[in-house]
């Protein structure tokens, strides 16, 4: 829980990406539009996360 709340922006990233999936599934949006939404969320958090045990802070 402590590394979860650390890599908040990994973490929100993922429900994104569950929403997006799971309107997909049911019907709102199309594959298409579902499969470039997940790609971006992806790409955006893979660069703003970090690793669990870095805090950003610089020693």
Do not use: F, H, P, R
């Amino acid at each position: 829980m402590k590394n979860m709340i650390k890599n908040w922006k990994t973490t929100v990233t993922g429900i994104i990406v569950g929403g997006v999936a799971a309107a997909v599934a049911l019907g709102y949006i199309t594959t298409e539009v579902g499969t470039q939404i997940t790609g971006l969320c992806i790409a955006l958090g893979l660069i703003v996360s970090k690793d669990g045990d870095q805090t950003g802070v610089t020693k």
